[in-house]
């Protein structure tokens, strides 16, 4: 069990490539592919590659691993220097993007601290006894989190997206602070995982938040934080307590969480001002000020899903139908409306016959459908090429109800590239459609 609902040895990180081989011919209407697999895509934290990295070096991030990312200084400097940011101070683009208008970034938080393009930070205080024993503090994690002049957000922006954030100082809730962020405050996250790159973090021991809690909110971890500043319940102390939306983006993610609107706000600074940077209209006295405010209440416009999600597993909605107007009516369904749908009638949410998947796949020879069926069928596979002529019949026989497993060869001689394995019921009908890899 963990110790507390921050444990740090609860954190986990998540991520996800694609790859395809590296050579693709073509040639007289077929087509093969060879070589090594090469990575082609990979998803961390949710937009990153979307909002954070160039366009002229999204090829390039996408060929890396987190664990090959970090301490690229190339990719870090996108982090320390958002391009996003550009368009969010009025001293460089602010004007060229209207509709950002209510994010901006803070250029004299406190009176000092300028976090605008290529600008320090909190540089300035390396070096300052005042960062002892804070994340900041050079014996405590080296200078990975504040490792240079013109690296203004090397202390939110980079540690959100490549390591997460430690439960100590400066990374708690201003609740308690007395108006020094470097203070310890209320603690409120700690996903902190320096393994590797662009990871999306989860502190599992964080307790989830109701999706019929009154104050579950799309705004994840803004949201926790904002009622850590300002509820009644726990902003008198700075005490560790489970705050509603603890568990939402960017520590994990929901299905409802607004990541679009979460990043935005982010790079407009709204992680330092939850940790006491205010933005620069802050009077001394009250930080709720008209800027954060502002980026509070900004949205994109889009603040829900178009159909509401479920309260049960999986929680995603119903897809629309394909037949309808702009996607269709929600179509509700029970089990008995699922087991008694056939194929072939005209119903907005029929059940095919059989549902085949084959592995392994790219195939040198041997493969296997993993075949579920309806009821008991006779079928036959047969192996097409791209161009849609028929090359073989690969296997024929009887399936029952559930689960079945069907062993097979590809023909011998058969070229690299890809086919389409068509399963076919006794009657001729197409059942399905499987694309299959022939490699070496």
Known sequence: ??????????????????????????????????GDWVQVSRLGMPLTNEAVIPIGYKDYWNALTPYQELGD?????????????????????????PAFKQLRIQRKSLG???????????????????????????????????????????VDLWPIFHTG??????????????????APGKPFINNFLPNGGDMLRLNMAV?????????????????????????????????????????????????????TRIELQAVSGVVLAAIGLW????????????????????TTGVEKNDIAFKRTFPYVALPWAGDGKCGGTEVASTAATLANAQVGESSLLNIPKVVAAVYPNPIRED???????????????????LNGRKISTITTGTVY?????????????????????????????VLQNVKLVKVN
């Open 1 to 34: 069990m963990p110790k507390n609902i921050l444990d740090p040895d609860y954190v986990i990180g998540v991520w996800a490539s694609a790859s395809r081989p590296a050579l693709r011919t073509l040639s007289k209407g077929a087509e093969t592919h060879t």
């Open 73 to 97: 200084t190339l990719l870090d400097n996108f982090f320390f220097n958002p391009e996003l940011a550009l368009y969010m101070d009025d001293a460089l683009f602010g004007s060229a993007v």
């Open 112 to 154: 000092s601290f300028d976090f605008g393009y290529g600008k320090d930070g909190l540089y300035g205080l390396k070096g300052n006894p005042a960062l002892n024993g804070t994340a900041l503090d050079d014996k405590v994690f080296g200078t990975l989190l504040l490792p240079g002049p013109g690296k203004a957000r090397s």
């Open 165 to 182: 954030a430690p439960n100590l100082p400066p990374y708690q809730l201003a609740t308690g602070k007395g108006g020094n962020p470097l």
């Open 207 to 259: 307790p989830t938040t109701r999706r019929t809690d009154p104050n579950f909110s799309s705004l994840g971890l803004v949201q926790a934080a904002v009622m850590g500043l300002t509820h009644p319940k726990y902003k008198g102390n700075r005490s560790l307590e489970f705050i509603p939306n603890m568990d939402g983006f960017p520590n994990g993610r929901r299905l409802e969480d607004d990541v």
């Open 279 to 298: 933005y620069d209209d802050f009077d001394g006295k009250n930080p709720v000020s008209t800027d954060l405010i502002d980026v509070l209440s900004y």
């Open 367 to 385: 493969l296997t459908f993993n075949v579920k069926s309806q009821g008991e069928n006779q079928i036959q596979i047969d192996l097409y090429d």
């Open 401 to 429: 109800e559930g689960e079945n497993s069907i062993q097979a060869k590809l023909p011998l001689g058969l070229a690299n590239g890809n086919y389409i394995a068509r399963i076919i019921d006794k009657n001729g009908s």
